[in-house]
C-alpha cells in the first residue's frame, strides 16, 4: 500500500490509521508524513498488526518536514534516506521466508520532470537489480495514457510546466522507471488525485501520480475509494495485492 497523507491537514491520524487497517497491509509506504504524524498513526494503529517503521526526509527553511515512511509487518533492515532529494526518497530491505526485498517509499518533486527524473536517476543507483523491489510513492509524474491528451487545453500555467513540454504531455519521469526494468502494476487507469478534500487545488482535474512499482514481484494494484479515503487526505492510497 502507498498512502501521501498529505501532512495530516484534511483529516486526523486516527482516520489516517482507519484507512490503513481497513487494509492491513503487510506493506505501507507514506508520503507528506512528519515524524510526529507517522508515530501518532501508529499509536492508533492496533498493536496486533505488529507494524515497525522507518522515516526520513527534508526539513525546509520554513521549518515544515516533508518525511516519507516505511512501516512493515516484517522488520526492517539497512534503511537508507536518498541523498538529494525535494522531498525525500527511503529504502529498506525485509526477509520473508529466508527471500530478500528492497521496499521502497518515494516522493518526486512536484513541479518539474527534469528534476524528476534526476532524483529517480539517483534513487535507482541504490536500487540492486538482483533483489526483488517494491518501488512505491507519489512520483508526481503522469504516465502514458490518451486521456490526458483531452485535459492538456485545461491545464493551469504551474501544471503546464509541471506536466509538458512543447505542448506535448510529458512522461519522462515513469518511462525512466519502466526502462530500469519494474513494472506499473495498475490494471486499469484511475485518478489517484485529487479526493472531494482538494479538488480546487487541481480545478477540477484529476490525474494519477500514486503508484506501485515491481521488479521480480508479480503484483496487481488499484486505488481505494471508500467513504474513509474520500476524507482522509487529497491523495487516494494505492493498495497492490501479490500474487
Known amino acids: 500500500m502507498t498512502y501521501n497523507v498529505g501532512l495530516g491537514k484534511f483529516s486526523s491520524p486516527r482516520i489516517i490509521a482507519r484507512v490503513i487497517a481497513s487494509v492491513q497491509p503487510d506493506i505501507c509506504a507514506l508520503q507528506e508524513t512528519t515524524p510526529t504524524l507517522t508515530s501518532l498513526i501508529l499509536q492508533e494503529l492496533s498493536p496486533s498488526l505488529g507494524y515497525s517503521s522507518r522515516s526520513d526526509g527534508t526539513l525546509r527553511e520554513s521549518g515544515q518536514r516533508f518525511d516519507v515512511a516505511l512501516l512493515s509487518s516484517f522488520p526492517l533492515f539497512n534503511p537508507i534516506c536518498i541523498p538529494d532529494m525535494h522531498h525525500a526518497a527511503l529504502i529498506a530491505t525485509i526477509k520473508d ?10 516522493h518526486l518533486h512536484p513541479w518539474n520532470e527534469d528534476e524528476r527524473v534526476r532524483e529517480l536517476g539517483t534513487l535507482l543507483q541504490f536500487i540492486p537489480s538482483d533483489i526483488p523491489t517494491l518501488l512505491m510513492g507519489d512520483m508526481n509524474a503522469l504516465s502514458q495514457n490518451k486521456v490526458y491528451d483531452d485535459i492538456r487545453p485545461l491545464l493551469p500555467p504551474h501544471l ?27 490494471e486499469k487507469h484511475e485518478l489517484t488525485i485529487p479526493t472531494p478534500m482538494s479538488r480546487h487545488y487541481h480545478d477540477h482535474l484529476s490525474f494519477r501520480v500514486d503508484y506501485i512499482f515491481t521488479r521480480g514481484v508479480r503484483c496487481k494494484s488499484e486505488p481505494l475509494y471508500t467513504p474513509l479515503t474520500h476524507t482522509a487526505s487529497d491523495h487516494y492510497p494505492v493498495v497492490g495485492i501479490s500474487d
Open 160 to 186: 503546464t510546466e509541471s506536466f509538458t513540454l512543447q505542448g506535448r504531455i510529458r512522461t519522462d519521469a515513469v518511462n525512466s522507471i519502466l526502462y530500469a526494468g519494474f513494472s506499473d502494476t495498475v
Open 97 to 106: 521466508h529466508s527471500r530478500e526485498y528492497q521496499i521502497v517509499s518515494c
